[in-house]
């Protein structure tokens, strides 16, 4: 925060008064004294007049009062901040308070970056799990302010095959944060390498990639680490959590999705559903890898996501909306032994899995979502296309939507495009239609928060723009330009919901974060990156940095 408020007080000596008389009577000349001191001429300046006293008394009391009002605006002030970082302090993307003595906290790996950007936190704790170095699938939790782990769990054997040079074997987790939090990991086992049309079609190449035999629930409470329970499940299975209930999805053979809702503690089923026949049809294997389900949570909704197809369910199992593929979305498979056509259409992996042929995949689609709404989007770019829950699809103009660094939801309603000059349009689901544009504003990362959208970029220094209607609120580019404060390449946002700093280097210099008042773009402190920090971004609520050499990660505080 700024320096206080400094206020000058004057003390004021013996002298007139307030009234432009005399600060008090001249003693009678001709009348004898009966004081004893009278005579001694110290006496006035060691007792001072009545009046005397109550002017030094005015001037402590003042003081006194002033003082306390300083702490009484300070407390205020105080309030205030601590109001706002409260305000946003559950907004996934939003760090901890900003300064400009940003300092590296501790080195983290790729598996502890990882497990920052999976944002399971309870208690302070980030929780995930990954296969360690000795192929051992671990649970743990980290304190991001320090590093160090609360607890570590293995949830099943070492597997050495499992281990990696390129960086760590996630296992795919869920947290459920209603009543007692627990992490709900679903644990692969029995690693080998794949056999040819097992996972990808055409050749396999010479590292060829592991697929798991056994697959196994486990439920730990997030607090301590202890094991809740396990239970075995099966290869091919995709997991989230909804409220309390585990929700697992696998497809079957006639592409239809199967989905059962489990108590996340007990085990008990709440429910079971299933899809109609060709929900998912696909090339599963060659989108997905695995051909195992993508659950995510979309609103109140489970979004099942299995390559150009899916289904949304809810927490009770009902089927709100099924996504069909065409033969468009599908997209086609060629077979071909020796350059000579084999087959042509859908395709299944017949040939592939004998190993005889070549196979030419076109391009299909993958059902997907953003910001609440659910998307068909084409995997080699093209027609992006909005799925509303009755059937219908609308095309999007731009492509797909715009991904920012922090998005709290506000106007959900919108979906951020790029239109064909590097700008960005406002596209509103309800209409179809473009609500409003802003060619000026070239969007690379930008932050939705509490309605606005800000953004940063080379030309035009940081906007904030209303959400609502596209107006520019405030700008930098209305200030004077400092040293400090010039234009940044490659910029990167972060807030605290206070500051909004811009990270980025000064042509010629070194990396450097610029903050500004969130509310109205005042430039607050300029302050460069601590040595060996290139770049730093928002991951988990926490600022992290990356040297840009040697994937060298750092938490900053």
């Known amino acids: 925060m700024g320096r206080e408020p400094s206020i000058e ?51 402590v009391a003042a003081g006194v009062a002033l003082a306390a009002g300083l702490v009484g ?3 205020v002030l105080d309030a205030r901040e601590r109001a706002l970082y409260a305000r946003y302090a559950d907004v996934p993307g939003v760090v901890a308070p900003l300064s400009p003595d940003l300092e590296v906290l501790w080195r983290a790996d790729q598996a502890e970056v990882a497990l920052l950007w999976a944002d399971h936190e309870v208690g302070g704790l980030r929780l995930g799990a990954w296969f360690d170095d000795a192929g051992t699938p671990t649970a743990v939790a980290l ?48 690693h080998r390498p794949a056999e040819p049309g097992e996972l990808l079609d055409g050749p396999l190449p010479d590292d060829r990639p592991l697929v798991a035999d056994r697959a196994e629930l486990v439920v730990l409470d997030a607090a301590t680490g202890e094991v809740v329970r396990r239970a075995p499940d099966e290869v091919g299975t995709g997991m989230a959590v909804l409220g309390d209930l585990v929700v697992t999805a696998r497809v079957r053979d006639d592409d239809s999705i199967v989905l059962r809702g489990s108590d ?17 049809a696909g090339d599963r294997a060659t989108v997905l890898g695995t051909g195992a389900p993508q659950l995510g949570r979309v609103g109140d909704a489970v979004l099942v ?14 089927v709100v909306a099924t996504y069909h593929p065409t033969a468009e979305d599908v997209g086609t498979v060629r077979v071909t032994r020796a350059g000579y056509d084999v087959r042509e259409g859908a395709g299944t992996t017949e040939d592939e899995r004998a190993g005889t042929v070549e196979s030419e995949v076109s391009d299909g689609t993958l059902v997907t979502s953003a910001r609440g709404h659910v998307l068909r989007h084409g995997l080699g770019g093209g027609t992006t296309y909005l799925l509303r829950d009755g059937g219908t699809r609308t095309a999007l103009p731009g492509g797909f939507p715009l991904q920012v660094g922090l998005d709290d939801g506000s106007e959900p309603d919108l979906l951020l495009v790029p239109d064909d000059t590097r700008g960005v349009d406002a596209w509103d689901t309800r209409t179809g239609r473009t609500r409003w544009s802003r060619p000026d504003l070239p969007l690379s990362d930008g932050v939705v928060l509490d309605g606005r959208l800000y953004v940063a970029t080379v030309d035009t220094g940081v906007v904030a723009v ?5 107006t520019t609120v405030w700008s930098t580019a209305r200030t004077p330009r400092t040293p400090r404060f010039a234009a940044l390449t490659n ?21 450097t974060m610029q903050a500004y008042a969130l509310a109205d773009g005042r430039p607050l402190w300029a302050a460069g990156l601590p040595a060996g920090v290139a770049t730093a971004h928002a ?16 938490v900053l505080g």
């Open 305 to 318: 996501q299995v390559g150009a197809g899916g289904a949304r369910v809810d927490a009770d199992g009902r």
């Open 143 to 190: 304190d991001p302010r320090t590093g160090e782990r609360a607890w570590a769990v293995p949830l099943g054997k070492p597997e050495p095959v499992v281990r990696s040079e390129s960086g760590p074997v996630w296992v795919p987790c869920d947290l459920v944060e209603e009543g007692t939090a627990l992490l709900v990991c679903l644990v692969p086992s029995a």
């Open 9 to 59: 007080v004057e003390l004021v000596e013996e002298g007139p008064d307030a009234s432009g008389g005399p600060a008090s009577d001249p003693p009678a000349c001709d009348a004898p004294s009966s004081d004893p001191e009278a005579s001694d001429p110290g006496a006035s300046a060691a007792t001072p007049s009545p009046r005397r006293r109550v002017r030094a008394r005015t001037v």
């Open 73 to 75: 605006t300070q407390a």
């Open 539 to 554: 991951l988990g609520g926490h600022v992290v940095g990356l040297n840009g050499v040697d994937d060298d990660w750092s």
């Open 264 to 280: 996340a503690r007990s085990g008990d089923v709440a429910w079971t559903t299933g899809t109609e026949p060709g929900t998912a």
């Open 466 to 470: 209303d959400l609502s209607d596209g």
């Open 491 to 511: 910029p990167q946002l972060l807030t605290d919901g206070r500051v909004l700093a811009v990270v980025g280097q000064q042509p010629g210099g070194a990396p």
